[in-house]
Nanobody, 131 residues
Framework: EVRLEESGGGLVQPGGSLKLSCAAS????????MTWVRQAPGVGLDELDF???????????KYHDFVEGRFTIPEDKAENTLYLQMNSLKPEDTGMYYC?????????????????????WGQGTQVTVSS
């Protein structure tokens, strides 16, 4: 069974940090691009923001403009786990964070920005940034 499972979300004060994890089973990072997407409050599932994306080799990363250098997307290929390290969190970072994988998805061009390109999804983990 192919499965992605996120964890690590929670309530954090502005300026704080969180590290989200995405554990994969039946799925190999070495042949798949991976991404973290966010569903902001009040926004539909067709309007997710691509927060951070990484290619199968782990050599190319993409970040949404709103990240502004605050997040990184490390991965542990041996453990088949993807992370999203989030620092200097802001209230506007609040949302449900999903990881997704795509076999054969290229981070070149624009196709990776299409939600239907990603064929494996986790259930999401909630991040709330509030004082």
């Amino acid at each position: 069974e192919v499965r992605l499972e996120e964890s690590g979300g929670g309530l954090v004060q502005p300026g704080g940090s969180l590290k989200l994890s995405c554990a994969a089973s039946g799925f190999t990072f070495s042949t798949s691009s991976m991404t973290w997407v966010r569903q902001a409050p009040g926004v539909g599932l067709d309007e997710l923001d691509f927060v951070s994306t990484i290619d199968p080799l782990g050599e190319v990363t993409k970040y949404h403009d709103f990240v502004e250098g605050r997040f990184t997307i490390p991965e542990d290929k041996a453990e088949n786990t993807l992370y999203l390290q989030m620092n200097s969190l802001k209230p506007e970072d609040t949302g449900m964070y999903y990881c997704a994988g795509g076999r054969g998805v290229s981070v070149d061009g624009c196709s990776w920005r299409v939600l239907s390109t990603w064929n494996v999804w986790g259930q999401g983990t909630q991040v709330t940034v509030s004082s």
